[in-house]
């Protein structure tokens, strides 16, 4: 079993910056993929970025690419997600979600464990 526990979001302007962060607890195992999704109102889950637990393999949507770097802290064990050049459009509850199967995917629906969500709200 796995809990993960997201925070860092608000209310931010744009091109203003913010940091998630999510703190795992359970048995993580370090070819597990930790992922951050995003849900605005009306839309469909979609994935933003995604990392090994071992701190391996980043990857992101084409939307955040160069604006978002997603990274493990080792010493806090938890999985950051740092947003610079916010946009309006960035708007939306993000959660932290870990997929535990060997596969490595954007896909929410293979995803085991998911967190609460932190709101990000970017102002224009």
């Known amino acids: 079993q796995v809990q993960l526990v997201e925070s860092g979001g608000g209310l931010v302007q744009a091109g203003g910056s913010l940091t998630l962060s999510c703190v795992p607890s359970?048995?993580?195992?370090?070819?597990?993929?930790l992922g951050w999704f995003r849900q605005a109102p009306g839309k469909e889950r979609e994935f933003v970025a995604g990392i090994r637990w071992s701190g391996t393999s980043p990857r992101y949507a084409d939307s955040v690419k160069g604006r978002f770097t997603i990274s493990r802290d080792n010493a806090k064990n938890t999985v950051n997600l740092q947003m610079n050049n916010l946009k309006p459009e960035d708007t939306a509850i993000y959660y932290c979600a870990a997929e535990t199967s060997v596969y490595y995917t954007a896909y929410a629906r293979n995803y085991d464990y998911w967190g609460q969500g932190t709101q990000v709200t970017v102002s224009s």
């Open positions: 359970g048995r993580i195992f370090s070819n597990y993929a």
